[in-house]
């Protein structure tokens, strides 16, 4: 059973760093993605970044010189804005392309963990 616990959020001004972290458990597949989206009150999901299983990195355009996946697992977001404020989840998954091409596609991710509230004010 895939399990996926993230922590790391938080309260912080705009211009200041967070680092979210997702636990996984329960992955058997070789090749799989790892993405981070997001959700505002009011807003649709949005996709924030993706990796797959080789390192291979894709960032929504809203974050790109901002946010990095610097290793599995791991979102790190700098010089935040209010906009960022919103509840983010890790989800994990073999994407569309058995993992070896993954998209900011939310329905492309099969195991999604229970969010983590990363809150940035003005």
């Known amino acids: 059973q895939v399990q996926l616990v993230e922590s790391g959020g938080g309260s912080v001004q705009a211009g200041g760093s967070l680092r979210l972290s997702c636990a996984a458990s329960?992955?058997?597949?070789?090749?799989?993605?790892m993405g981070w989206f997001r959700q505002a009150p009011g807003k649709e999901r949005e996709g924030v970044a993706v990796?797959?299983s080789g390192g291979a990195t894709s960032y929504a355009d809203s974050v790109k010189g901002r946010f990095t996946i610097p290793r599995d697992n791991v979102l790190q977001m700098n010089s935040l804005k209010p906009e960022d404020t919103a509840m983010y989840y890790c989800?994990?998954?073999?994407?569309?392309?058995?993992?070896?091409?993954?998209?900011?596609?939310?329905?492309?991710?099969?195991?999604w963990g229970q969010g983590t509230q990363v809150t940035v004010s003005s």
């Open positions: 329960g992955i058997t597949y070789s090749r799989y993605c």
């Open positions: 990796i797959n």
């Open positions: 989800a994990a998954g073999p994407g569309a392309f058995g993992g070896v091409w993954c998209r900011l596609r939310g329905d492309e991710f099969k195991y």
